[in-house]
């Protein structure tokens, strides 16, 4: 009756499900090891001592995929992860060729150098990251970074709470959350500010993408959006919470027009343009103004914005200082006595366009805002384009009035949160589904089965 069980179930048969190699428990393990291991250096005992380096532990993930490629060799995943790479890398090639021409041109700005190829260095790596783990992990690379950094901002917790104690900690965060932001003694430790903006990521990704067709899903989704808000507001960073909130709210417009891929590149091109416009805002002072006019304690970042501009000028025909020309400014405006501390200029807008100049703002603006939205789209599905603008515009609130755009742990979730999505698009589509058929194929079917009875009652 083999035909009679083809009519009924279609091409569903398991035979045709695609069957995935998982990766061993050890190496998963590892995996999350490595990275909990590079977040701990986000604790402020370690990064004073160490500054960057122990994110350098991430690596740990090429050995990882090594022992799963030996263990389970798949020619074809490896294929597929390591072609995101050139979309990746497009950004590192443009940092490097404009810097390179900077320097070769205006030898005066060649003192940054060493500080640019480790800040290169380490946005590879963030990308060399991610590949990796989705190459691992596929489309549970998202959860599994999650959990990494849960455990990440528990240890922290733990480490501090000696030196606090239990009721004066207690106390600390209970003042943190009433203020609304006064941060003393125990959640002044825990300020660890760019695991703290992944967890915005998280909180976006969990609340308007994940999926939720299973009980243990469902129950993931609710784990993933109360723990990435608890970690927020422990974190001290109230600027996260009106943007993802405004972005929540973008995601839910695109889902009602018929035609959201067109909006999110007009927001995208929109964006572009009005940095533009922030740049002249800044350079004024009109800006600041409007923010103080609306009661908005700016935290001596009107000092930092107007210290600038005799240092570059808002030309299309501007050249730019290099990668981590700022940084030099800045610390020469600190053995002037200007600022009291080398402050880094919370305001990654315009630090972009001083350090890269005109034409390579506008290729950084391009092709983050642009090119990727695009690529997302069209190389993958609308929801993933969805879901990278989303994150895009989130962290591009902080753009504004912080340092994130090369963030560590922002840039990686940027990176990895929509790749690891679009596995589980590819995924949905690689199953195949049951298709009704055909009132003819129906006919041929139950001729068949008509003839193999009467077949068996011949015998």
Known sequence: MTHSKSLLNGDNSERL??????????????????????????WKVLN????????????????????????????????????YFPIFLIPIAVYTLISMYIWITDLSQAAS??????????????????????????DRAINFLFLSMCVTNTAIILLELPKYGLKESISSVVTCIVTFGSAEGFVRALEIHDITFLFGQFFIYYMMFAPKSTLSEKRMRRCGVILSLFFILLGLKRSILPAILLVCLYVILLRKVRKPGKLILTAGIALVLFFYVYLYLTRSGILVTFLESLGIDTMGRDV?????????????????????GVTDLVNQWYEEGLINRA???????????????????????GIHYILYPSYWMKKHNMETGMLYMALLCYMTVTYLTDNTAFYFWSCIGLRLIPMSYSYRIAERKARPQWNAPTPEEAANEIWLIEMEGKGEHAE
């Not at 499900?17 to 986000?42: I, N, Q």
């Not at 150098?113 to 596929?138: D, G, H, N, P």
């Not at 000028?313 to 981590?324: A, N």
């Not at 315009?350 to 290729?363: D, M, N, P, S």
């Open 113 to 138: 150098i060493s500080r640019a190829e480790q800040k290169i260095l380490f946005q590879t790596i963030t990308i060399i990251y991610a590949v990796f783990m989705c190459y691992l992990l596929e």
């Open 48 to 83: 004073d001592a160490y500054g960057a380096l122990p994110k350098a532990a991430v690596l740990g993930t090429i050995i990882c995929a090594f022992l799963n490629f030996l263990i389970a060799a798949d020619i074809v995943k490896l294929k597929k992860a390591l072609g």
């Open 17 to 42: 499900h695609r069957s995935r190699k998982e990766c061993p428990l050890v190496v998963v393990f590892l995996a999350v090891l490595c990275t909990v291991l590079a977040g701990l250096g986000d």
């Open 304 to 324: 930092l914005w107007s210290l600038p501009n005799e240092y570059y000028e808002l030309s299309p025909f501007w050249k730019g200082l290099g990668f981590e």
């Open 343 to 365: 402050y880094p200029l919370h305001n990654d807008i315009l630090r972009v366009f001083i350090e890269l100049g005109a034409l390579g703002f506008t290729l950084w603006a």
